[in-house]
């Protein structure tokens, strides 16, 4: 069975806009269990609720957004100086989002 973050990656990888099951999801497997009261927050509508997840599961981390080599799609990357992480989306958060996960499911590999 695949691991539960490469899954999220993948599901996350395919959106294509906001998507609360996928909110839910992020913060079930990104967050602090007891932090998960309620309403999830909008990470797949949220570029600032994106950053403020990536800078607590991966302090330290630098990232970027912009627009890929053909200027249509947005793209994000995260660095830690050693290791980066680039990933195209329909949407900026799902760029964030893609790259933040795509980091943890290659950790979890090695």
């Known amino acids: 069975m695949k691991d539960e973050v490469a899954q999220l990656s ?3 990888r ?6 609360r099951q996928l909110d839910s999801e992020i913060a ?19 570029v600032d609720l994106c950053i403020e ?8 981390w630098h990232w970027h ?3 890929g080599p053909k200027g ?13 992480h680039e990933a195209t989306a329909s949407t900026v958060p799902l760029a ?3 790259a933040l996960l795509e980091t943890m499911a290659t950790e ?3």
Not at 53 to 60: H, K
Not at 72 to 84: D, E, H, I, W
């Open 10 to 12: 993948e599901r996350v």
């Open 14 to 19: 395919a959106a294509t806009g906001s998507d």
């Open 28 to 46: 079930r497997c990104l967050e602090n269990p007891s932090r998960n009261r309620g309403d999830p927050p909008r990470y797949t509508a949220s």
């Open 53 to 60: 997840l990536i800078e607590r599961v991966r302090p330290g």
């Open 65 to 67: 957004v912009g627009y």
């Open 72 to 84: 249509v799609m947005p793209y994000a990357f995260l660095s830690n100086g050693k290791v980066r």
């Open 96 to 98: 964030l989002l893609t």
């Open 108 to 110: 979890r590999q090695g």
